[in-house]
């Protein structure tokens, strides 16, 4: 009997995809068994530069998930996501002869959406539930930064991460925002991006970055959406002397309009979001209102800002955050 890791990224009420599942299990190429695990996904980063000179992040996860499932299959493939592939070998066990991975990624990537760390996230815990291994999000954590730098999305609360050595975790609490992805497509090649040598900018940069994490750190802590949207702001602003983002002015001018606490942009990715208190966010305003200012090639997801960490779930229930993964055209 052969063991498939089926990963299914962000696409739980994806119709097609639930149809070849479904096909699949009829024609007896497949029968999933066990828990699914999902992480969510993010819109870049909060904040991301160095404390003491180690580079660091705090992610913004948002309600779109990679979902991760173990299903049984007699067909031999290869999994086409060698990160993956790499992280689970940083279990304490192998999986069985034979187990590798099916991925589901409509979220794309290079844009800043985490899929990457994720989909290393929902398939560590699926894989270790299925070994019967204990796996906590230090543990998921230390195992993904081996691979690549990771985001702090798999840790329970906004978490501040050394995203390239895994030196420190700082959790720092959690504050409510609706999130307006705003994805003007392109990518970043991360692994050329992230091999280059940006410390001599990021020392330059670093008194103020010591200034936007103290202030998002204070925000966190008072549960205070303005401060955190001013730090995040901050820290986008400061990174586009690292990485330009062509559409990061526009959003801010807009921002303002709205009544925005502030921006969020990928800090190696193209996306750019607005921060929305609960008060302030009309979704049917703010979609007209964008839909009249922004490039008509942008496009639009509405999401809200969740807590990180890896989630179970029965095979029956899906998250809801799944029916953001399509955009607004």
Known sequence: MWLVLSLISCAAHDVSYLRYLFLLHNK???????????????????????????????????????????????????SNQRKVAQALTGLPRPLPHNVHVVLRDPLPPGRGYGTSTADIGAALYAAADFLRISLNPQEAAKIAVMVEPTDSSLFEKLTLFAHRSGAFYIELGMVDAHVVILDAGGTVDTETFNAQDWRPQLRKLAADHVQALELIRSGLSNHDLAAVGEASSMSARLHQSILFNPLLPLAEKLGREMGASGVVRAHSGTLVGLLFAPERYDGASLRRHLRHRLPRDVMLRFTRLVSGGVRKMSPEILPSGARECQPEP
């Open 28 to 78: 007896g190429l497949m029968q999933a068994f066990g828990n699914a695990f999902y992480a969510p996904c993010t819109c870049g980063e909060l904040f991301q530069g160095t404390l003491d000179g180690e580079p660091c992040l705090i992610s913004c996860p948002v309600d779109v998930w990679s979902v991760a499932r173990l299903a049984v299959s007699p067909s031999v493939r290869q």
